[in-house]
């Protein structure tokens, strides 16, 4: 189907924030020993992920790798299969970061015996300071406590983000999010009397029942509080999830929803660095290592966690319902060190999904694609492998230099087109194969 055709049919069809999506994985023929998966590859400038699998409540639009409410004695366990692996990780590859975040889940679900031990485990893979590098740490209202934002100051903590949605009650019921405002408001003063560097706060629009005034009500009062960063999240609607299991219908004001937001955050001196991200302009004198989602790895620890070299991506396997979600997590907590140290399920991408992947995540950062650092990769002019790109051009969703294209302000409204359209056939087979459990 064309960019066109797919743009003719709406401004939503995906969030193309990997590729391939997990969806896509299925069981490797073999194991595959870390050894060999990272032996040929760079690991100077890695991301470091851990997923902790736990929350007080799944929300209703959630289709998250979590599990509400779970036994303390699970936690533990898990910790203590998430140290062990973290060892082995240190061991095996010796790795070094140049980014680190944890999320889930809620991380801020763990009690304060539980956080201390996973700043531990943190520790026994850094070489450098997590302070030295952006370190991002996962929160909700209902599980914060001074304390617990104490910790996380002290372990190098520097962006803590946080879910909203929203700050009107019939919309938070609406998405299944029992929350009360005065929590939210003391969570964010909580948060910065810590003073941390970046605070982000989440934001959904296209619930059923909002109007644009209650949007604009929400879009006020929490910018008024003066995060650093926001992230507007569009409502997808996913299969298993509380709000896929009602089926309800209602008019899809998305886009209007959207467009309103931007206009109003450009206003108060927000630059929107993606179709969600919209960020506090402001001097910083900050320095970080750099790092190309596009080119560089990715080790992600703990069930869910996503890890991936140039070649191969790999997980443990995905779930949405309680059940399935708690037998993975229990299947992982039982893993002995051999099946650890290696990957079972995710994918092998090909050359033209590699060459997919690099295109696509270009496109979608702010720097765009760059059709010299694709030739110096590849070996060939994008323009060849990928005579379709042109139709970005002809739509003109797009700015072009001699050297590469950036999204103008339409590209960007339409990036969750734009992501999807260069899916591959395979690909897209692949989730639509897939059946959620």
Known sequence: MSLQEMLAQGM??????????????????????????????????LFLYYHLPFCEMRCGFCNLFTVSQPEQDMVDQYLNQLELQ??????????SFSRIAVGGGTPSFLNQQQLEKFSEILNLLLTDSPKELPFSFEVSPATLTKAKLSMLKQ????????????????ELRNLGRPQKLQDVVEAIKMIQDENFYTLNLDLIYGIKGQSLASWQHTLREISALQPEELYLYPLYVRPLTGLGKRNEQHDDDRFKLYKFAQE??????????????????????????????????????????????????????YAVGKSNVKSIISNYIQQNSET???????????EDEHKRRFIIKSLLHIDGLSFKRYQEIYGIEVKIDFPQITELDDLNL????????????????????????????????????????
């Not at 996503?306 to 991506?313: E, Q």
């Not at 650890?340 to 090909?350: C, D, F, P, V, W």
């Not at 294209?405 to 899916?423: C, F, K």
């Open 12 to 45: 939503y069809h995906s969030y193309a924030y990997s590729y391939p999506h997990k969806l896509a994985y299925r069981p490797f023929e073999a194991p595959v020993s870390l050894q060999n998966l990272w032996q040929d590859e760079r690991r100077d400038s």
């Open 86 to 95: 973290t060892r082995q990780v240190h061991e095996i590859l010796n790795p």
């Open 155 to 170: 372990m190098g903590v520097s962006r803590i983000s946080m879910g909203v949605q929203s700050l009107t009650d019939s």
């Open 264 to 317: 109003f955050l450009i206003n108060l001196g927000y630059r929107q660095i993606s179709k969600r991200l919209f960020r506090k302009a402001r001097n910083s004198s900050n320095v970080f290592p750099e790092y190309s989602c596009q080119e560089d790895g990715m080790i992600g620890l703990g069930a869910g966690a996503r890890s991936y070299t140039k070649d191969i991506h790999y997980s443990s396997e």
């Open 340 to 350: 650890l140290n290696s990957a079972q399920y995710g994918i092998e991408l090909s």
């Open 398 to 437: 797009v700015n072009r230099t001699r050297d590469k294209i950036t999204r103008n302000q339409e590209g960007l409204d339409a990036s969750d087109v734009i992501g999807p359209w260069l899916y591959s056939a395979d690909i897209k087979t692949k989730i639509g194969e897939t059946v959620l459990t």
